[in-house]
């Protein structure tokens, strides 16, 4: 199969600008006033399949926790329950042109909880490099490292690409 760097490029411009997050807080108490932004330091283990979703999603999971610990906040909880809707929900997205954020009651449904917040990404990029890119959103940043958010679940699934370097979109979801 050819290579194009192009198709690459314009691949990872738009993976970059198809993050994205929503939120149903109606409240921001229990989340730090930031006085500097985490980074991403933290990388994914070398022994983690990255081109195996549910081993992506950890690794997402683990970054995303590093982060809330950097800015002093406990790390979220895997919720078990939030996983195979988190799943249902990245599946409804490959193929589409952009991510957009389904109505989030059915996330309480499936999971009793109040407050819910979800982000998104699709691309072939590594675990930290989405969490940063998560950090780099106001929007994104604000469902991080929440702490009012406790609980969470990555679902990950092939939208693309290759079997040795697919493209992923990843639903995050929160919940109290």
Do not use: K
């Amino acid at each position: 199969m050819p290579h194009h760097p192009i198709r690459l490029a314009v691949t990872l411009v738009t993976a970059g600008a198809l993050l994205t997050a929503c939120t149903t807080l109606p409240g921001r108490n229990g989340t730090p006033l930031l006085t500097a932004t985490p980074q991403a330091t933290w990388t994914a283990p070398g022994d983690v399949d990255l081109t195996d979703p549910a081993a992506y999603a950890a690794a997402l999971e683990d970054g995303v926790n590093a982060a809330r610990v950097q800015v002093g906040v406990d790390p979220l909880e895997h919720e078990e329950c939030l996983r195979p809707v988190a799943i249902e929900r990245a599946q409804a997205l490959v193929g589409a042109a952009e991510l957009t954020h389904a109505p989030l009651p059915p996330v309480r449904e499936a999971c009793p909880g109040g407050l819910v917040a979800e982000n998104l990404s699709r691309g072939p990029e590594a675990p930290q490099d989405v969490v940063q890119a998560w950090i780099d959103s106001p929007t994104h940043l604000e469902n991080l490292v929440s702490g009012e958010l406790r609980r969470s679940a990555i679902g990950c699934v092939p939208d693309g690409g290759t079997p040795t370097a697919p493209v992923l979109v990843c639903a995050h979801l929160f919940i109290d």
